[in-house]
């Protein structure tokens, strides 16, 4: 039996950017990196003998996109195909085995992500499987692959990794756009009344929302929704909500001048100490600190 030899990059007219693990660990006070953040990226064009093997897995979840030829993805076990046009997310810490077709080696797009939203992008029941991505969506998703890789090749500054982790997310968008639509093959259950409440929290940050709220809203139970959540984002319900007002007061430090009592106000708090304790408690510095940060 001919053994295929391992070889993981070196193919010509490669493009490969690693983020250094400190400057990750720097910017992870950043809420938008924190709930989505790209932490290696890559092309390699015709793949002949492309393998790898990671026995205990990835500390990332990992997004290849086959844009021509064929590969395998062994995820578990488990055997896929992939074709061009297709793609698949191998989840986090999952043993996993990938390469090239010997005959018709692939070239493939990549990048390993991870984050507190991650599972929104990609969901539980989503992952481990190949996807056919949508023809009108193909050239989109290779133009913004280029938009992955541009901010990266100018250095790893928070601002230039926030445009290619956005970059990034509208990929995965993208690809799953088909199968979030099918609902027989998304498998969970209430999963478009999760992502309503979402946009819902979203749109009312300045109000009060609570379990009931999300209960009354979906006709949903209490105990229904908290298990959607947790299917869903793995957050339940408050927490998710939480740190959606995180993210938002963030954006405000850093874009706007207003004092931090309005902040508190603009994304539901009526007591700015109480802002301050919640804000530390999930972002890791005080609001103050944070703007000191990013200003810097």
Sequence with gaps: ???????????????????????LD??????????????????????RYHLRQRLHGCEQ?????????????SIDGVVTRLYSG??????????????????????????????????TYVPRALASRGIQVSLASQSVILGLFSQVFTPLSRGYTHRYLLAASSAAALILSLSYEQEYLTTDTLNIPGVRIIEDLIA????????????????????????????????????????????????????????????????????????QFYFSR??????GVSPRDYRKVVHA
Aim: net charge neutral; glycine share 6%.
């Design 61 to 73: 979840n990992i997004f290849i996109y086959c844009e021509e030829g064929e590969g395998f993805v």
């Design 86 to 119: 297709q793609a698949i997310t191998i989840p986090e810490r999952t043993a996993h085995l990938y390469g090239a077709s010997k005959d018709r080696p692939w070239s493939i797009y990549w990048f390993h992500f991870t984050g507190d939203f991650s599972p």
């Design 200 to 271: 819902y929290a979203q749109s009312h940050l300045t109000e009060d929302i609570s379990l009931q709220t999300f209960a009354t809203r979906s006709h949903y139970s209490p105990s229904r929704i908290i298990q959607l959540f947790k299917e869903v984002t793995g957050y339940s319900p408050m927490a998710f909500v939480q740190h959606l007002r995180m993210q938002r007061a963030c954006y405000y430090l850093d874009a706007t001048q207003e004092p931090i009592n309005r902040i508190a106000e603009y994304v539901g708090f009526t007591d």
């Design 26 to 47: 720097a910017f992870s006070a950043n809420p938008a990196l924190r709930g989505f953040v790209i932490t290696d990226a890559g092309y390699f064009p015709h793949a």
């Design 278 to 283: 919640v804000f530390r408690k999930i972002i």
């Design 1 to 23: 039996m001919t053994r295929i030899r391992e070889k993981g990059e070196g193919f010509p007219k490669e493009k490969l950017y690693v983020i250094p693990r400190s400057m």
